[in-house]
């Protein structure tokens, strides 16, 4: 069971490189004519779909031993670490309002996880 919870943690943290690299492939400036062709080459934003692709994989692998009443709201913690990143890496606000969203996503994923 604990190799579940690994895989679904390495699903979440995959997710989250895949989140981050669309976030960099959307960043800069380009063209409006062909602007989504643009991004949509970039490097960044070809390896952050493969992220997500493999994200997929990983989190049906968990769901073999996680009943997924547990592992889709788990996924939730993803939100907590990408909020952060966003405030620290990307300049993104990070007021008094996400932070209560991101304490209460943290209680609600602990309490899910230990009732697993």
Do not use: H, N
Not at 15 to 32: D, E, F, I, M
Not at 100 to 108: D, P, Q, V
């Amino acid at each position: 069971m604990l190799s579940a919870w690994i895989t679904l943690a390495a699903a979440i943290t995959t997710s989250l490189v895949g989140q981050v690299l669309l976030k960099a492939g959307a960043s800069g400036s380009v063209a409006a004519e062909t602007g989504f062709f643009d991004q949509l080459f970039r490097w960044q934003t070809i390896i952050g779909l493969g992220a997500y692709g493999g994200a997929a994989l990983l989190y049906i692998i968990a769901l073999r031993k996680i009943p997924m009443s547990v592992a889709l709201p788990c996924t939730a913690a993803s939100y907590v670490v990408i909020a952060i990143i966003g405030w620290a890496v990307f300049g993104e606000s990070l007021g008094a309002q996400k932070l209560a969203a991101i304490g209460l996503i943290s209680a609600g994923v602990l309490l899910l996880a230990t009732t697993a």
